[in-house]
């Protein structure tokens, strides 16, 4: 698939969720690569990064596809010819998806010892994260209910609600203004992530930071399921996360002339909303999300 | 219209907001009383409050038609033979719609004065209290946005969004969800009112309560426009403001097995989340409820 | 009775609650009033006011004995001669006793309504209006459980464990400390209350005031059961209500040297972290304190 | 003495207080190991995991001696041979009591500085780690007074009342309810722990959350003395720490029929409401509680 | 003095305080009524208004000007000719100037039994109702300190430490930027007022609400001693009391171009802020603010 | 320049701001280390210590200098002999220079990118590193608007409002009294700072602490500059940041008799108060200081 396909669907939404983006432009990349021979290193370096630019542009609000291509990049930038630096950005490439494929099954082990049995978990959105916890726990013999709203304007919750029931977990299917109505009756709010910044930020789906907020407002434990290839080191050096604002016919196919609707994607929850993340790492409270950003990307051998 | 035939209206929402529930059951037992001609105080008593309390269970959340309603009843019992109760019944028909008429227009001259000039007003659902004193203030000369949510299930934002654009207010439209996301924007929350407690609890649209919660986070300016006819005086007595759960069907049309969609139609909002409210008595702060209930229900020669 | 003695009966705690307090003392004024024949009013008045003092000093902080008495002395000081004064006493006497008797039932009537049925109520030390609240909404039918704290250094916590288990209410008993523990798994806070301020604080046994933060804290709605004979009107010229310290041998028998026993009896718990009080008037914020006592004391005809 | 008598020293608190109990059980498991001759490395092990895991269950809340025993048990799994695992399980041992013991010393030098002079500083129950900081810093000279709870049901506020007023520090004794009455008056809150998660949490005697909330209200600064031998590696895993569930009697010798006695003895408190922590490691806010226990257990050649 | 000599004096600041301000502006008026005989109704009260308007436009946010005079010209136009409505208007001159001294001993003789003994007082500017409570409790025998902040820019907080040191009072001055650093030596914050809405918002010195804020934070009890005829029932209506802006060169004389001082001279403390507010009337929290307006100005006889 | 000399110059605030004192303290250092030749390790160990210490005492909350020339001391002791012990000295003042020098730069970087394009900035007293920003930002093209307090007693924030007004930025300025009145038109608070503890605490300006504060209630992002050289290594072990108290005349020359005035020159902002930390490092959130310290001063090959 060319680059401008790949673009294309990430940005029309046929590829959805962090995680899947993310393979999918590595291995949008790593074709890329192996299409083609690149005699000189100056010119296969700049065709990727612009190939990478491009790729990165589908979805402003997507680290875990900023931060696997700008790996690719980096470590391509050490070799010492075009083969080289090809050959390192394969193997950039390969480790990347391996972590990317592994962190789930490590997050998810952890996740697991913190479902309560025989509580209430209450979740926003679709995070294949999330259901995987949920499921894995479910199938070890946990018992509880999970709370889902609906999450407008794209119903996504109505994908977690059906996941969840297939399995035979009970679901209560609430709309987003319904979350203070009934948070006294949960354990536990548990939602997944798009980016962590270095000073703690939560990016998720728009409405999170206000469930959070509504969860601390009831001491309700309030958790987060994030990777760690999605603590975005460029938060480090003061970029704040994109926020993206997608198209209003979303909300509003035809409004009225004079009303403008305003569609933001994602929201910022603050790190003292938030009990403590679950990452593949182990736990980890926002406030230590510089460290993690440090270990992953900076520390250890630059992975 | 029989009892029956306005009951089905109320329920089916074919009549809708607190005031113009009020008036048409007000209006309902008027043409029901007129109808037919009693000859016993007893029969006549009886077949009224049968009447009453058959409209009041369309909707159990609408203090303004219970209070409305109630009020008739208590006036008609006065009486020392049937045609006096009937008399006095007409004569509390009469006050009780004039009350609920004027309200509105006393209650608009109040809220104008606090709508800031060159302000951002952030509003929940359709409240023709709201848009009242708004389109009052846009016809005084005072220039504002009004972002306003679009209230799911039933969209009534959209409503609000209409109305408001119709007339030249520049409108925001967003989703529930993103009330935190625009919060630091607006100067004033302005919502309005099914109920309030004697406790100072405001009864309104599911999600006003996170609105208003989000509002307290944000240093925003928050309160309610609500007529004095909808100030509770059974919650003195210790009675719970009751919630109405309405169709499941309104949020998702088929939800699968094992999902069980809840739909409460209202949340209450807690009095210390409120800065003020806008009555047709002027300026009242919802600690004060109780006194407003005494005042209006028991104390002034019993209106 | 001589007043020596029923200030030792006070002193000594052998007569307990405020109610019963208060009645006691009433009786005690009124044999006092009835055993002899005073010739001048100024005599009759001083030996009023000197038995009055004495038996008050039995108890800091008993505003319920306080105002009875107090009513007593104010209006025997209306007549014009020894006779008259103590024919009016004798009036004030029965008013206030009839008006403490009667209180309890309409209190009751009001606080069962705000009973959660399948709810677990919270309770602290033994309140009689408390307990007779919730005996009478099990009797009607509610099913709840109740959590009792011991209430140290008297365990009055146990008493009102007794009493509710006797009738069948299903008790969980912990110790002061745990209360924060099992604070989520509550629905309501309910005490009772020694005296309320003008300005809305309420005293009530040692404890209370951080059972009602960390009910605040939970979002657990917070609430106290309080006559009005309790809103102390002397808060209203700017007294505080005195807090008693009591003998310090109820709480360590014999400390070693060097370290010194405070065993303060009561505490005052701020207006803004009690959602409601269930009084004889119906329900009441706090906040509404002063407007209860200007009715209760000072309005309505001088009672 | 066998694994057995052991168990039942720690179960029935015969061996009391984290630091003696972890000590305890390492010279148990030290006796254990050299009363005998393995042959086979997989039988050695085996037996060494079952007293070690015997031993850790009597507390289910002592991460102290669970972390010190799991020390030696995965350091012997290192050896080649069951000679070699011996001897790698003897000289985990000493590094553990060793570290054990200096960590006192090393915290008392850093948790001194933090006394105020003059001040007033309040405790919870008995911790031998806040006593040696406490006499040191009278000892140095600083001039101070301490508030102890009597901490129900066991009394051990008593305890460290004793042990401070013998050395002159002037105690102000006061019951468990009485914290909030008193906490204006204190300028540092000080208590001992338990175990510290890698969220954060500080797990410590009953009513330690409480009193640390009651401190953050009033603006008292609020620590906590806890050596990083109580850094708990297990929870950065996903597991949340046990609390022990113990003896009804120790609350209420008879309970009558229908009262259900519970007796938590530990509860968590959150990181939010902590200021600081005073450990062998320095200063550390309990949002690092991840690193320390990573630089403990994992990083620093394993110890 | 003429109107315009007595505006003038005023805007000027040669009259401060609000007590003095509304007697010099009764004054005023009652020597512009005396000095002239009307033969019509109508001229006298358009002459009448046309003075009040414009004394009272000499200081925006100062409501015990502006209710004392338009209590004058709602009384006078209640009189059938000239003589009369000049008569009644002289009437309601007295009955305001009388209300405005005596309010101050009564305001006292409440204020006195808050200040407690041995406690050290905050306070902010100057305020001479605050002055007369510490003055007078400090006469009755009461030991405290005073703690005063200078307030910028017109160090009206030296005034304050001059008029209590020179009494023998303790003070210690701060800088208004150190508020926070002392607020948990202090047991009470007490400061004056210049109004109170309906709402129950406090005007008063410019920096009060950050202070209040401040006490709120260190659980320190915060209050104000206010007359009832500053307790605005414009607010009622829905007005917001307006806030002056003072001349930036009071602030910085000479600032540098590109740079624009503002100089508000008062904010607004929300009620939630404030435990009691010291009145005339006794002990008033703020949320029954718009209980006092109705008694004081619309309830009592008009006064 | 003698030690003595250099001494005065920073006691009398002729050397200003922490990096210039840092900077000045190094230079005076390395002269008096030039200035003489040692012949034995030990007098020229026990010189340099007596000089740094007079040094240091010149200002009591200067972490900045102490830091700095400790470490100069501290790798001068590392040295043999005389010679090499002032080799060693004099590359570590290079070292220390260069890192004082190149951190501004670092951290402007970082800090640019966090200033809100069209945003306020609200900042007070006067930081050489927050100027820096500011103004680098508005030469990359950003456009903003800065709010600066006059910060008493000293009316530093005077020189910030010239230092931006003169690039072109246009300054509101205020009293520090006012910064709760402006505060809810600010997007981001941002000021300079003196250290950071190893607990978290920020020290800066008096003041400091009640803006952040202010800022927290209104939901407005509040951040520091600071460098790490500030961080200071003496908290790690427990000691407090002592705070200047500085001649009480430059906040009243001449008060009366009785009035003991105060000057603090600092406050501590505790870190929940802040949202994030812009420094030479990247962005780090106050509860990382702990780890910044021990990268800083104690793991990086002592730096």
Redesign the interface.
């Known amino acids: 698939m060319s680059i401008s396909q790949a673009y294309q669907r990430i940005k029309s939404l046929k590829v959805q969720g962090a995680r899947n983006i993310a393979i999918f432009g590595l291995d949008t990349i790593a074709d890329f690569i192996n299409r083609k021979n690149w005699k000189k290193k100056d010119k296969f370096l700049l065709d990727l990064e612009r190939a990478i630019t491009r790729l990165k542009s589908a979805r402003p609000t997507e680290p875990g596809l900023r931060n696997a291509l700008n790996y690719v990049l980096k470590q391509a930038k050490k070799g010492e010819d075009a083969e080289e630096c090809k050959k390192l950005a394969i193997e950039a490439y390969k480790a990347m998806k391996k972590d990317i494929k592994e962190s789930l099954k490590k997050l998810v082990?952890?996740?697991?010892?913190?479902i309560p049995d025989d509580g209430v978990i209450f979740t926003h959105c679709h995070s294949s994260t999330v259901t995987a916890i949920l499921k894995e726990a479910w199938k070890e013999g946990k018992r509880f209910k999970v709370i889902?709203t609906?999450?407008?304007?794209k119903f996504q919750g109505?994908v977690t609600?059906?996941e969840l029931?297939?399995v035979?977990?009970?679901?209560?299917?609430?709309?987003?203004?319904?979350?203070?109505?009934?948070?006294?009756d949960a354990d536990l709010v548990l939602v997944g992530g798009d980016a962590v910044?270095?000073?703690?930020f939560l990016i998720n789906?728009?409405?999170t930071?206000?469930i959070m907020?509504?969860a601390k407002?009831?001491?309700?434990m309030a958790s987060a399921a994030v990777e760690t290839f999605k603590f975005d080191p460029g938060?480090?050096?003061?970029?704040?996360e994109p926020i993206e604002m997608r198209d209003p016919k979303e909300?509003?196919e035809n409004?009225?002339?004079?009303?403008?609707?305003?569609?933001?994607a994602f929201?910022m929850t603050?790190?003292?909303y938030i009990?403590?993340m679950?990452t593949d790492v182990?736990?980890?409270?926002p406030?230590?999300?510089?460290?993690v950003i440090l270990d992953k990307w900076f520390r250890e051998g630059e992975q």
Chains 1, 2, 3, 4, 5, 6 share one sequence.
């Open positions: 082990s952890v996740g697991v010892r913190r889902t609906e999450t407008r304007p109505r609600a059906k029931a297939k035979g977990i009970p679901v209560i299917h609430i709309v987003d203004s319904a979350a203070r109505f009934y948070m006294n910044t270095a000073d703690g789906k728009i409405g930071s206000q907020l509504v407002e009831a001491r309700t938060t480090l050096a003061g970029n704040w909300v509003w409004p009225p002339k004079g009303v403008k609707v305003l569609n933001p929201d603050p790190p003292n009990d403590f679950i182990g736990i980890v409270h406030y230590e999300a510089r460290t």
